[in-house]
């Protein structure tokens, strides 16, 4: 009697075919993926940093000289509010936390002018006492944009800031008055530099060092140096709003990766508008609609591998498509988003798919910049890539082909980027580590410095939620008794 072969997967089972399984390989590259994920790894084993006791105590000096800096701006001419509400992101501007503009913006780089980046965002203005959706002056802009009248505050608040203002003529002839972006931050700035000059005339014993400051278009950029750190802050004056755009009403109508995992309530709590403008907008009366606050949020929902791939990714593209300035690590996050709400959960969970992960992200946005489309994530309708030239989109979409054809070789100058910038800091720590800060009580001798338990208080803050943003309520005229509200870090 005659018998049937057995098919491939019995032969298998049973022994017949010796040859030894293939590594798992890209298709597009050939390279392998279990040495892409050792790549991503040891990227994100350099990129993140560790604090210690003196580290913390650092951070903790230059936040307070920050926010008691900002009180003496409030108290120049009494026109930031009183008390008011700071969202610190861990990452400064150019690593894309606000989708802010950054053709405007010196380079900075780490390891070579600074250790560690935050961004600051600041209210200027706070419209917090409406409950519905809030509907923004959109006639004049593109979408994602909005002129702000002073006519939705009260007669006060316009006086302060008239001076802050484009005047136009209302329908019914009062004098209407918008809110400038760029008179804003001019006027920030001024104010900043005034303070700082007048805080470096009585220096005391562990005050940070001053380095450097600098209006980078509508932010104000610091450098810290504080013991044996630098530290850069971008402070960006911000609108701040409670509730939800009418414009985005829609979005909230979706599925998104985020239902079930977090409140609808925590991710429409509020939004800001940055001071940007669209391509063709007016610098002088543009704002963008920011929803960082929101984004903390979706943050917490996104898995360890994705967010070690994007990270991958961003530092990758931060050094390839810096010429011209047409991508930033914004439009990748957007992505990225889109990418959880399109993908199963189930899938994007998987620990070991960070190399999956990462030459998606690369595929997404080349195949983004090749249809010139990069929709807002909260506002789908304004697309962020629309302005850019065919020229350009293929300029990058042809430098991003060669880092699909070697992710590997990519990553790893990533890696030796990120090495250098640890090593720089490292040589300047030990050269600085003799004129590490003093305890702000050490120096018993003057009766004016604060006591120590706020230090402690961010230390162990610190120490306790590594690599997170603290969103922090602080009232100016007494710095010392903040509320913290701890954040994942932001991206």
Not at 48 to 66: G, M, N, S, V
Not at 445 to 467: H, I, S, W, Y
Request: net charge neutral; proline share 5%; with cysteine.
């Amino acid at each position: 009697m005659k018998m049937a072969a057995p098919t491939a997967s019995k032969a298998a089972s049973l022994g017949c075919n010796n040859k030894p399984a293939f590594p798992e390989l890209d298709f597009r590259s050939g390279a392998r993926v279990e040495e892409l994920n050792k790549l991503i790894q040891e990227f994100t084993r350099h990129d993140q940093r560790e604090y210690d006791d003196q580290r913390a105590l650092e951070i903790h000096t230059a936040k307070d000289f920050i926010f008691s800096m900002l009180g003496m701006v409030q108290k120049l001419d009494q026109k930031l509010p009183v008390a008011n509400e700071y969202l610190l992101l861990s990452g400064g501007v150019r690593e894309g936390v606000v989708d802010l503009d950054l053709d405007e913006l010196n380079v900075y780089a780490r390891g070579t002018d600074y250790d560690m980046d935050f961004t600051l965002l600041v209210p200027a203005l706070k419209l917090h006492d409406r409950n519905q959706p809030v509907t923004l002056d959109m006639r004049h802009s593109a979408l994602c944009h909005s002129w702000l009248s002073l006519r939705l505050f009260d007669e006060g608040t316009i006086s302060k800031w008239k001076d802050c203002c484009t005047i136009a003529d209302h329908i019914n002839g009062a004098t209407n008055y918008f809110f400038s972006p760029t008179k804003v931050a001019d006027w920030f700035y001024d104010s900043i530099s005034i303070v700082l000059s007048e805080i470096q005339k009585k220096p005391q014993r562990g005050m940070p060092k001053v380095e450097k400051v600098e209006k980078n278009g509508t932010i104000i950029s610091i450098i810290l140096g504080v013991g044996s750190s630098r530290m850069l802050y971008d402070i960006v004056p911000v609108v701040s709003f409670k509730g939800w755009p009418a414009v985005a009403q829609s979005w909230l109508m979706e599925n998104h990766f985020w239902d079930g995992k977090i409140t609808e309530e925590e991710v429409i709590s509020g939004f800001y508008l940055v001071p940007a403008c669209s391509y063709k907008g007016k610098k002088d009366n543009e704002w963008r609609l920011s929803f960082a606050r929101s984004e903390v949020q979706l943050k917490k929902c996104i898995s360890g591998s994705l967010m070690q791939a994007y990270q991958a990714c961003k530092a990758i593209i931060i050094k390839l498509l810096s010429r011209p300035k047409a991508i930033s690590p914004y439009h990748l996050r957007s992505m990225m988003l889109w990418a959880c709400d399109r993908l199963p959960a189930s899938y994007l969970a998987q620990e070991d798919y960070a190399a999956h992960f990462l030459l998606g992200l690369i595929d997404d946005l080349q195949h983004c910049l090749v249809n010139k489309m990069c929709p807002n994530y909260f506002i789908p309708q304004c697309n962020m890539l629309e302005h850019l030239s065919e020229e350009t989109v293929m300029l990058h979409a042809r430098k991003l082909s060669s880092v699909r054809s070697d992710p590997a070789e990519h990553l790893r100058t990533a890696i030796e980027h990120v090495k250098a910038a640890n090593r720089l800091t490292l040589k300047l720590q030990r050269r600085g580590s003799t004129t590490s800060i003093p305890s702000p009580q050490s120096d018993g001798g003057d009766p004016n410095q604060p006591d120590d338990r706020l230090a402690k208080k961010l230390q162990q803050l610190v120490t306790e939620n590594p690599g997170k943003s603290i969103s922090v309520f602080i009232n100016p005229d007494d710095v010392t008794r903040p509320h913290f509200r701890i954040d994942d870090k932001f991206f």
